[in-house]
């Protein structure tokens, strides 16, 4: 009976660890592909058990731009998780402020009171705004700025776009660790950009 338990106990670990070393790799190499294309530093130092958490920083499009994966509180508050959080610098004088959530069932009701509609059925129902200038935000979100978040939530958003203080930042669920996740990441550093170019005339 031990002879057979042994292999049924222990198989199911094997598997998990070359799973583990296979995605640890995979966040490395998305990191590499960051530092290559868009000219940025990276840093593989830190590490949370055995898990590699990478950053990679530099000029991006004359601003400054950080990717880092973190330990930090879930957006709903309920753990504390492995997140990818992408910081982009801006200019906000005004302390305008928003944030952006995928919409769902889980969500919808609790962040929903203090949202404002952008007034275009198909964007509002996919997604929730927060924000101190709702007129703003109307003149932000345009044809365009809609139509990228849309491909963004089209590879799996699931996470918070918001706009706080001098900074414009991304965050979502886990880490680096899979193609639709670097694609993700790369569309709304280009449009964390093109928003932050968009406040200096709105």
Not at 103 to 120: C, G, M, P, Q
Not at 155 to 176: D, K, S, T
Request: charged residues 30%; aromatic residues 10%.
């Amino acid at each position: 009976m031990l002879i057979v338990l042994v292999p049924v106990l222990v198989v199911p670990w094997i598997v998990l660890y070359f799973v583990f070393i296979a995605s640890n790799k995979k966040v490395r190499s998305n990191y590499k592909k960051l530092s290559e294309k868009y000219q940025l530093s990276t840093d593989f130092s830190k590490k949370v058990g055995m898990k590699t958490h990478p950053t990679a920083e530099g000029i991006y499009r004359s601003r400054r731009v950080k990717v880092e994966s973190t330990i930090r509180d879930s957006i709903d508050g309920g753990k504390v998780i492995p997140h990818t959080v992408l910081t982009v610098e801006c200019s906000n004088s005004e302390n305008f402020f928003f944030k952006l959530y995928k919409r769902n069932k889980k969500n919808s009701r609790k962040y929903s009171a203090d949202s404002i509609l952008v007034e275009d059925n198909e964007f509002d129902d996919k997604f929730i705004i927060q924000t101190n200038s709702p007129d703003r935000i109307k003149k932000m979100f345009d044809f365009n700025t809609k139509f990228k978040l849309d491909q963004v939530n089209a590879l799996g958003f699931n996470g918070l776009i918001a706009l706080e203080g001098n900074r414009l930042f991304y965050m979502e669920p886990e880490l680096l660790a899979n193609d639709d996740a670097l694609m993700r990441l790369e569309l709304v550093m280009h449009e964390l950009c093109d928003i932050a170019e968009i406040m200096k005339y709105n």
